[in-house]
């Protein structure tokens, strides 16, 4: 008997070993009539993004910070999924949650580049400025237009 192992597609270049997700059942709250105090239907998946071979060391680091919260200071990302009556459901939930979230600190952001306004603009805003204090300007009352 041979045991496989299964790799989960993230992106062309990052993928999940099936045996670094951990699953956990338990008993999930909401719908589910008479089975809801029977069966644990709820997932909690917890991957231990600080310590996995699979990601660099920059998606590492912005994976855990998308995670925020719902990543333990261990870097252990947990997320628990609900949604579904069911425990297979829930399962594929949570793993596609974890997938999306890989994905998107998989993105490398691109870096700001600051930039200075023109001399045409910052003369045109301080004309705009000049001319609509003068029309403000107009409206005062003097003084001795009372008497």
Do not use: C, H
Not at 14 to 33: C, M, Q
Not at 46 to 56: C, G, Q, Y
Not at 138 to 147: I, L, N, Y
């Amino acid at each position: 008997m041979s045991l496989r192992t299964y790799t989960i597609p993230v992106t062309s270049s990052i993928y999940l070993d099936e045996r670094e997700l951990v699953f956990n059942f338990i008993r999930a709250s909401g719908p589910g009539g008479q089975n809801v105090n029977k069966i644990a239907t709820a997932v909690q998946l917890r991957f231990d993004a600080a310590n996995s071979t699979m990601l660099s060391d920059a998606v590492r680091r912005r994976v855990l910070r998308l995670a925020g919260r719902r990543a333990t200071l261990d870097g252990v990302i947990v997320i628990e999924a609900n949604r579904f009556r069911t425990q297979e459901r829930n399962r594929v939930d949570a793993v596609n949650r974890l997938v999306d979230l890989i994905r998107r600190a998989a993105i490398t952001p691109k870096k700001r580049v600051p930039t200075q306004p023109s001399k045409s603009s910052r003369s045109k805003r301080l004309e705009s400025k000049r001319r609509r204090s003068a029309i403000k300007g107009k409206r005062t009352v003097q003084t001795g237009d009372w008497d």
